[in-house]
């Protein structure tokens, strides 16, 4: 069979499954080609302890309940372990339970929340003013700071974003320190925050939750503040100082002490990974009833923990960049300092962003062609010239991060982000280009590179892309006909019409 023959049966077998379990996927499990409406955080703990060789149980004290929050789905990641959900209380606990436990054990939990959109249902307070604490110099101390948290405030709101303001421990200030004197844990700090609203007559509480806010984020559980006024509760971030709305955090109950306990080991540690999602009502349900029925679900990205995932969701974006660079190249006819080192770029200028990026990646390779020259005139071989140029690009990047940091610029910090090894290869080559060839052809080179990078950054940073081929990983299989398509074209280029174009005019 002929090589074409091949590649037309290759290439429509691939379109055929890729678009096949595309379609699937959309019509019978619910999926959406664009992000959905509703926001789903998957929360996931790792419960990790050593067990006392013997029977061990581990409590995991669940959110508070909340009639405006679902649970979309639960999923509990430890098959030696008996899993069952109880009420203590009015408090909701995952339990585990093993008889025979051994050396360092490791449970995972991961539940997926999202908000239907009714307003919180929570008990105001009574109409008896808050209890006063605070007595003696701190009740004074209190005063101050209440008094300067009320000037130029119209409103509970913000003289309680004052006081949080003016009690922060950077301050210095003299009656915060006396406040703050024996506060050692943040849910402390944050009891003498509504101690101190609490003269004022304002109720207050802390609560403990988690933040849901970024992506691919690592959390633990922290101290916020609640402050009723206008007839309702307001959620407030002591660290940004604005009220954080409900929908971006998740609360656990007052009366909770303790988020896990071990029972039978000893040295335990709980790590919380948050993760955000845009799914449609359709893409809910499959979470909540198919979800753990379906086998494409069961044995697909879906399944790994919220860490690989979010691994997963940069790889999966690879492709659309070798995608970009291929159509550049091989229809196009851009240049390039090597194959996929656009590739590489472009990944990187996802954490610099895309300005800050270009100007790194020129002052780098600017000063190590100028290093490389002069290591050209010792004859040196391959293997420790290669060498030479890596420490000296560490050099330029201990330099650019010393310096920026020197003078307030935080954003030189984000060199540390581009390939060492990467750039080593990109200045030998291009220095070695530069001998062979003259630079006329590095510029060509390398403003090749940089605007595939670029191209391949803008098209790589698209949202509605990004839930694409994160939720339709099928869809790599059409990227990958597409590329072998363009692999069997061997026509002229866009760039070439133009060498050719007065041969057509002869003809003519």
Same mark, same amino acid.
């Given at each position: 069979?002929?090589?074409?023959?091949?590649?037309?049966?290759?290439?429509?077998?691939?379109?055929?499954?890729?678009?096949?379990?595309?379609?699937?996927?959309?019509?019978? $499990?619910?999926?959406?080609?664009?992000?959905?409406?509703?926001?789903?955080?998957?929360?996931?703990?790792?419960?990790?302890?050593?067990?006392?060789?013997?029977?061990?149980?581990?409590?995991?004290?669940?959110?508070?309940?909340?009639?405006?929050?679902?649970?979309?789905?639960?999923?509990?990641?430890?098959?030696?372990?008996?899993?069952?959900?109880?009420?203590?209380?009015?408090?909701?606990?995952?339990?585990?339970?093993?008889?025979?436990?051994?050396?360092?054990?490791?449970?995972?939990?991961?539940?997926?929340?999202?908000?239907?959109?009714?307003?919180?249902?929570?008990?105001?307070?009574?109409?008896?003013?808050?209890? !006063?604490?605070?007595?003696?110099?701190?009740?004074?101390?209190?005063?101050?700071?209440?008094?300067?948290?009320?000037?130029?405030?119209?409103?509970?709101?913000?003289?309680?974003?004052?006081?949080?303001? $003016?009690? !922060?421990?950077?301050?210095?200030?003299?009656?915060?320190?006396? @406040?703050?004197?024996?506060?050692?844990?943040?849910?402390?700090?944050?009891?003498?925050?509504?101690?101190?609203?609490?003269?004022?007559?304002?109720?207050?509480?802390?609560?403990?939750?988690?933040?849901?806010?970024?992506?691919?984020?690592?959390?633990?559980?922290?101290?916020?503040?609640?402050?009723?006024?206008?007839?309702?509760?307001?959620?407030?971030?002591?660290?940004?100082?604005?009220?954080?709305?409900?929908?971006?955090?998740?609360?656990?109950?007052?009366?909770?002490?303790?988020?896990?306990?071990?029972?039978?080991?000893?040295?335990?540690?709980?790590? @919380?990974?948050?993760?955000?999602?845009?799914?449609?009502?359709?893409?809910?349900?499959?979470?909540?009833?198919?979800?753990?029925?379906?086998?494409?679900?069961?044995?697909?990205?879906?399944?790994?923990?919220?860490?690989?995932?979010?691994?997963?969701?940069?790889?999966?974006?690879?492709?659309?960049?070798? $995608?970009?660079?291929?159509?550049?190249?091989?229809?196009?006819?851009?240049?390039?300092?090597?194959?996929?080192?656009?590739?590489?770029?472009?990944?990187?200028?996802?954490?610099?962003?895309?300005?800050?990026? @270009?100007?790194?990646?020129?002052?780098?390779?600017?000063?190590?062609?100028?290093?490389?020259?002069?290591?050209?005139?010792?004859?040196?071989?391959?293997?420790?010239? %290669?060498?030479?140029? @890596?420490?000296?690009? %560490?050099?330029?990047?201990?330099?650019?991060?010393?310096?920026?940091?020197?003078?307030?610029?935080?954003?030189?910090?984000?060199?540390?982000?581009?390939?060492?090894?990467?750039?080593?290869?990109?200045?030998?080559?291009?220095?070695?280009?530069?001998?062979?060839?003259?630079?006329?052809?590095?510029?060509?080179?390398?403003?090749?590179? $940089?605007?595939?990078?670029?191209?391949?950054?803008?098209?790589?940073?698209?949202?509605?892309?990004?839930?694409?081929?994160?939720?339709?990983?099928?869809?790599?299989?059409?990227?990958?006909?597409?590329?072998?398509?363009?692999?069997?074209?061997?026509?002229?280029?866009?760039?070439?019409?133009?060498?050719?174009?007065?041969?057509?005019?002869?003809?003519?």
């Amino acid at each position: 069979m002929k090589a074409r023959s091949q590649i037309f049966i290759l290439v429509s077998l691939l379109l055929i499954v890729g678009i096949g379990l595309t379609i699937y996927k959309c019509y019978a $499990l619910g999926f959406m080609f664009t992000p959905g409406e509703e926001t789903v955080w998957q929360v996931q703990a790792r419960m990790q302890f050593d067990a006392e060789d013997g029977p061990a149980k581990v409590s995991l004290v669940m959110p508070a309940n909340d009639k405006s929050r679902r649970t979309v789905f639960r999923e509990k990641l430890s098959d030696d372990y008996e899993c069952v959900f109880v009420n203590e209380d009015n408090i909701r606990k995952a339990v585990w339970t093993r008889d025979d436990a051994q050396g360092m054990q490791v449970i995972y939990f991961r539940a997926d929340f999202y908000r239907l959109g009714s307003p919180i249902e929570e008990m105001s307070p009574t109409n008896e003013p808050p209890q !006063d604490v605070l007595q003696g110099p701190h009740r004074l101390a209190g005063e101050d700071i209440l008094m300067r948290g009320r000037q130029a405030a119209t409103s509970k709101l913000e003289i309680a974003l004052n006081v949080l303001g $003016l009690m !922060d421990k950077e301050r210095k200030d003299p009656h915060v320190n006396m @406040l703050l004197e024996d506060v050692q844990y943040r849910s402390e700090y944050m009891q003498q925050v509504a101690n101190v609203l609490a003269i004022d007559g304002i109720h207050s509480k802390a609560v403990r939750g988690l933040r849901l806010q970024g992506k691919y984020t690592q959390r633990s559980i922290t101290t916020f503040i609640q402050v009723y006024t206008e007839d309702k509760w307001v959620l407030l971030d002591p660290d940004a100082l604005v009220e954080l709305p409900f929908s971006e955090a998740l609360l656990w109950p007052d009366d909770t002490h303790g988020l896990m306990d071990v029972y039978g080991g000893m040295n335990s540690t709980i790590a @919380l990974s948050v993760s955000s999602v845009q799914k449609s009502a359709g893409q809910l349900a499959v979470d909540a009833g198919q979800l753990g029925s379906s086998k494409l679900i069961d044995f697909s990205i879906y399944s790994l923990p919220i860490q690989d995932q979010n691994t997963f969701k940069l790889l999966l974006l690879i492709p659309i960049g070798a $995608l970009v660079v291929v159509i550049l190249r091989n229809l196009v006819g851009i240049r390039t300092s090597g194959t996929f080192m656009p590739i590489l770029i472009a990944l990187t200028f996802m954490q610099t962003k895309l300005l800050m990026g @270009l100007l790194l990646f020129l002052v780098v390779v600017s000063v190590g062609l100028v290093m490389r020259s002069y290591l050209s005139h010792l004859n040196l071989l391959l293997v420790p010239r %290669i060498a030479s140029v @890596l420490v000296f690009v %560490i050099i330029i990047f201990a330099a650019i991060g010393i310096t920026s940091h020197k003078f307030g610029w935080h954003s030189g910090h984000a060199v540390l982000f581009f390939p060492m090894i990467i750039l080593s290869w990109t200045i030998e080559r291009m220095s070695v280009l530069w001998e062979e060839e003259g630079p006329h052809e590095v510029l060509i080179q390398g403003g090749g590179s $940089l605007f595939t990078a670029s191209l391949a950054y803008l098209v790589m940073i698209s949202p509605n892309l990004e839930h694409l081929i994160f939720n339709f990983p099928e869809l790599l299989l059409v990227l990958l006909a597409i590329i072998i398509m363009i692999g069997s074209y061997s026509g002229f280029r866009l760039l070439e019409l133009g060498r050719f174009e007065p041969m057509t005019r002869g003809d003519e």
